[in-house]
């Protein structure tokens, strides 16, 4: 709780609030400084969208490493600090001439991985609801980028069959849209995103037993719409009736599926899976395979297949 005595509070005050797991206090916090962060930025970088971009990342720094900050009344100074050191990052990719900089916080300008957010409890269920605020297409590259290993621009692209550079644009949209989300939503209502990814990975571990029993057909009828369309990693398209075939043939030839990860939305969920081989066989398929699904109130009404490049 923070205590106002007179006014507003202070920035001691919501650090302390927002150190303590307290959302609302953290969005206020920057929010108050947003401005100052801005001007910064523009003052290096000129009036561009470098400019946005930069307060955009040094927010996301700002979400995963606030309880840095050593003096509770140099909020201000430390954010405009992360912001000058983003700008002076996008200058050296510009400029074959490099920038110096402090060692001390040489470390701040590093692009910050929002998964890294969602291990911070208090903060995880805020992210997610802020995700669920983007549109489908935005949803989708985000969730690729940041939370799956298909994070390359050029895989992102093959996967949802875009254009790199559409890619590209979309991802910072995103990130413009998302640092925006997590600002205006900080004192709302978030969903458990921990029980919706528990629900999601025990119904990809059940379709998976599923089919290894040969009873795949059955499980697809209970979740997806008759009408549903599978693309596969050829570019070959069915309809749903194909795939428990696909995958009756796998399993005849001593292949497996093991899920190793899973990332849940309302309209999106994404399976990681890892194909082992058969043993006399190692080479048989390919390592993993990533299942896309487009869902239709719960019901998947669209899935995309997609081997990954082997790293």
């Known amino acids: 709780m923070i205590d106002v005595v007179s006014g507003a509070p202070q920035d001691s005050e919501l650090l302390r609030a927002a150190n303590s797991g307290d959302e609302g206090a953290l969005g206020l916090l920057l929010g108050r400084h947003r401005a100052g962060m801005q001007a910064v930025a523009v003052s290096v970088l000129g ?5 946005e971009d930069a307060v955009q990342e040094a927010v996301m720094i700002a979400l995963r490493r606030i309880s840095d900050v050593q003096d509770p009344d140099a909020v201000g100074p430390w954010l405009k600090m992360v912001v000058r050191n983003v700008c002076r990052a996008r200058l050296r990719k510009m400029s074959a001439v490099p920038v110096a900089e ?3 916080v040489a470390r701040l300008d ?4 929002p998964a890294e957010v969602l291990d911070q409890h208090a903060l995880r269920d805020w992210v997610w609801t802020s995700l ?3 549109t489908p297409g935005l949803r989708l590259v985000t969730l690729l980028r940041y939370f799956t290993d298909v994070t390359s621009y050029e895989e992102i692209a093959a996967l949802c069959e875009l254009p790199v550079g559409t890619v590209r644009s979309r991802l910072h ?3 413009a849209k998302l640092t925006d989300a997590l600002l205006s939503s900080a004192d709302g209502v978030h969903d458990d995103v ?3 990814t528990a629900l999601h990975r025990g119904i990809a571990e059940d379709f998976m037993e599923s089919g290894r029993r040969g009873q795949l057909a059955s499980t697809i009828a209970d979740r ?4 549903a369309q599978v693309l596969w990693p050829t570019g070959k398209r069915t309809d749903i009736g194909y795939l428990p075939e696909a995958f009756d043939r796998d399993v ?7 899920v190793v990860n899973v990332v849940a939305s309302r309209e999106i969920v994404i399976w990681e899976a890892a194909l082992i081989s058969p043993p006399e066989d190692p080479t048989h398929c390919p390592p993993s395979v990533v299942w896309v699904q487009h869902l239709d109130q719960d019901r998947v009404r669209k899935v995309r297949l997609y081997h990954p490049r082997k790293r």
């Open 47 to 51: 009036h561009s969208h470098d400019a």
């Open 102 to 104: 402090p060692a001390t």
């Open 110 to 113: 590093a692009v910050p991985d």
């Open 132 to 134: 669920e605020a983007l």
């Open 173 to 175: 949209q995103a990130r």
């Open 194 to 196: 921990a029980a919706v």
């Open 224 to 227: 997806w719409s008759a009408e």
């Open 252 to 258: 005849s030839d001593g292949v497996r599926q093991e």
